[in-house]
C-alpha cells in the first residue's frame, strides 16, 4: 500500500526564516512520483513540483528548493526566506506509475507571522 | 487558458436529498479526478476518468456516490439521499497525463457541499 506522511501537523515561523517541510512516503514501487501542492486560504490547489522516482537531483526554484533522498524515501520542502504569502497549507502526494490517482498526505499548515 | 472550473461553489443539501456536481476540466486534458477533502483533512481519492476507459471507481465511499464523464469533457458526481459525512469539500482535477505515467494534477477551485 502506498502512504505519505507529513508529522509537522503546524509551523509557525517569523517572516525571513527558512523553514522545511517533511515529507516520508511509502511504496513498493521502483517508479513513481512525487508532488508538492500549496493550498492558500482562498482554498484552491497550486501545483508546485513534480519529481520522478529516479531522479534525485535537488531542485530549487527562486526561494523553493526540494530535497528527494531514496535512502530515507524523503521529498522535503524548504522555503527560504519565508514570506507572509507563504502561508497556506501544504501538500506532499505520491503517484504511481500505473496507479492513476494521487495519495496525499494529511498536510502541514504553515504560518508565516511579519 | 481557462482552468478546471466547478459548479456550484457552494452547496447546502438536506439529508436525504440528492446532490450532483459539476466539473469542466481544462480543454484537452484527457485524465479527471474527483478528490474529496473533509474539513482539516488531506485529500481522499473518488474516482478517476482517462480518456474512453473503464473509470476507477476504487475510491468511492459508498454506492451512493457516481459519476459520469460525457464526451470526455465534463464530469458529474452524483451523492444520492446524501448524509451528514458527506459535508466536505469535493475538488475535481484534470491532467493531460496517460495511462503509464502520472503528471501533474490541476485543480478546481472545489465544491463546498453542506449537509443539514
Known amino acids: 500500500a502506498q502512504k505519505v506522511t507529513q508529522a509537522q501537523t503546524e509551523i509557525s515561523v517569523v517572516e525571513k526564516e527558512d523553514v522545511t517541510l517533511d515529507c516520508v512516503y511509502e511504496?513498493?514501487?521502483?517508479?513513481?512520483?512525487l508532488f508538492w501542492y500549496k493550498q492558500p486560504p482562498s482554498g484552491e490547489l497550486v501545483f508546485l513540483i513534480r519529481r520522478n522516482s529516479f531522479d534525485e537531483q535537488n531542485e530549487i526554484s527562486g526561494r523553493y528548493s526540494w530535497n528527494f533522498q531514496k535512502s530515507t524515501s524523503s521529498f522535503n520542502f524548504t522555503i527560504t526566506a519565508s514570506q507572509v504569502v507563504d502561508s497556506a497549507v501544504y501538500f506532499c502526494a505520491l503517484g504511481l506509475e500505473y496507479g492513476n490517482k494521487l495519495v496525499f498526505g494529511a498536510g502541514t499548515i504553515l504560518r508565516v507571522k511579519s | 487558458g481557462a482552468g478546471v472550473s466547478q459548479s456550484p461553489s457552494n452547496k447546502v443539501t438536506e439529508k436525504g436529498k440528492d446532490v450532483e456536481l459539476r466539473c469542466d476540466p481544462i480543454s484537452g486534458h484527457t485524465a479527471l479526478y474527483w478528490y474529496r477533502q473533509s474539513l482539516g483533512q488531506g485529500l481522499e481519492f473518488l474516482i478517476y476518468?482517462?480518456?474512453?476507459?473503464?473509470?476507477?471507481k476504487s475510491g468511492l465511499p459508498s454506492d451512493r456516490f457516481s459519476a459520469e464523464r460525457t464526451g470526455g469533457s465534463v464530469s458529474t458526481l452524483t451523492i444520492q439521499r446524501t448524509q451528514q459525512e458527506d459535508s466536505a469539500v469535493y475538488l475535481c482535477a484534470s491532467s493531460s497525463g496517460r495511462q503509464t505515467t502520472i503528471y501533474e494534477q490541476y485543480f478546481g477551485p472545489g465544491t463546498r457541499l453542506t449537509v443539514t
Open positions: 476518468f482517462q480518456g474512453n476507459s473503464a473509470p476507477d
Open positions: 511504496t513498493r514501487d521502483t517508479t513513481y512520483y
